[in-house]
């Protein structure tokens, strides 16, 4: 049985596996893919849980619970490429069922690239399952963005580059590091945990007021941070947004930014298809985003059984 309620149900031979729940119960074998806050569980009734050593410090420093990593033989930690210590599942029983949580198939600096694995059942992610959202050459987008970043600086310029706090910001942080880099203080903390488990990235804090010098500022730019950004607008810093979003035309002048660059930690439409022909399952269930769309396609164009688990889903952020 496969079942989306407190995260996704599967019960296989008389267990329960629960995969990115709310709540971690007795009981169940609870696996958590990634950090992102939609992700993490927010109560536990026990502290063990299969996920990676990264997701378990940032449980610490975002929920501020201690839990133990925890193994079972019936379960495969693999990588999602999506974020740093992000996994995939992959239980293993009479059907083997992969769960992809968030994931991307494309290497990034901070990540390698999710792989398919065959399996029987296919729980996907669908954020982007539409058929326009295809991205272009990762590496040919990032050199286009230091470009424009150089030329600024070379100016005495300086930007604003908003971006998710956990993932994008630390793909600016390895890619961008040659350039006056500083880092909303949340965005600095991450970078200074992923410092411990060997993540060689810069984590300079912004210092208040106007900068004297060129500064490439990395924020969300939420909440009390506006203040910050329009000051720094207001002193003539370029801004720009990176999301998978900026391939919709509205994007740019939605986000009030000079530029929008399509980058993402989630695959485009043609890497999801290709992901799941290659994984070869004789059943999809697609999660997030576009669910119904690309359970569609899958049914008419790939010819494999599919539909959407959807619940009262939250506004995606713009900025993945």
């Known amino acids: 049985m496969i079942q989306l309620g407190n995260g996704i149900l599967v019960e296989e031979d008389g267990h329960r596996f629960r995969f990115d729940p709310k709540r971690v119960l007795a009981g169940?074998?609870?696996?958590?893919?990634?950090?992102?806050?939609?992700?993490?569980?927010?109560?536990?009734?026990?502290?063990?849980?299969?996920?990676?050593?990264?997701?378990?410090?940032?449980?610490?420093?975002r929920r501020g619970k201690d839990?133990?990593?925890?193994?079972?033989?019936?379960?495969?930690?693999?990588?999602?490429?999506?974020?740093?210590?992000?996994?995939?599942?992959?239980?293993?029983?009479?059907?083997?069922?992969?769960?992809?949580?968030?994931?991307?198939?494309?290497?990034?600096?901070?990540?390698?690239?999710?792989?398919?694995?065959?399996?029987?059942?296919?729980?996907?992610?669908?954020?982007?399952?539409?058929?326009?959202?295809v991205f272009?050459?990762?590496?040919?987008?990032?050199?286009?963005?230091?470009?424009?970043?150089?030329?600024?600086?070379r100016r005495d310029g300086s930007a604003v580059l908003f971006a998710y706090p956990l993932g994008k910001s630390q793909e600016l942080a390895a890619a961008l590091k040659d350039l006056p880099l500083a880092f909303h203080p949340d965005i600095s903390e991450n970078n200074l945990l992923l410092r411990k488990h060997g993540f060689d990235l810069p984590a300079q804090k912004f210092e208040a007021?106007?900068?004297?010098?060129?500064?490439?500022?990395?924020?969300?730019?939420?909440?009390?941070?506006?203040?910050?950004?329009e000051s720094l607008r207001k002193h003539g810093a370029k801004t720009a947004a990176f999301s998978g979003w900026a391939l919709d035309k509205e994007f740019i002048r939605s986000s009030r930014v000079d530029e929008a660059f399509p980058v993402s930690d989630h695959p485009g439409f043609d890497e999801l298809t290709e992901f799941v022909r290659r994984c070869g399952p004789e059943k999809v269930f697609t999660t997030h985003g576009f669910a119904k769309e690309f359970a569609a396609h899958v049914r008419r164009d790939l010819g494999i059984d599919a539909q959407p688990m959807v619940a009262r889903q939250r506004t995606l952020d713009q900025f993945c």
């Open 28 to 61: 169940e074998v609870s696996a958590v893919s990634h950090a992102h806050t939609d992700h993490l569980p927010t109560s536990f009734k026990q502290r063990e849980v299969v996920c990676s050593a990264i997701t378990r410090d940032f449980i610490r420093l």
């Open 209 to 229: 007021g106007p900068p004297g010098k060129p500064i490439i500022y990395v924020t969300t730019g939420y909440g009390r941070d506006m203040a910050r950004v």
């Open 136 to 153: 272009p050459d990762y590496d040919e987008i990032m050199s286009i963005v230091k470009d424009w970043l150089h030329d600024i600086v």
């Open 67 to 133: 839990v133990e990593m925890r193994s079972d033989p019936r379960v495969k930690v693999l990588e999602a490429g999506h974020i740093a210590g992000s996994s995939m599942f992959l239980l293993h029983g009479a059907q083997d069922v992969l769960y992809t949580g968030d994931f991307c198939t494309r290497d990034k600096h901070q990540t390698r690239a999710a792989k398919p694995h065959k399996c029987d059942v296919l729980i996907t992610e669908a954020t982007y399952g539409k058929a326009h959202y």
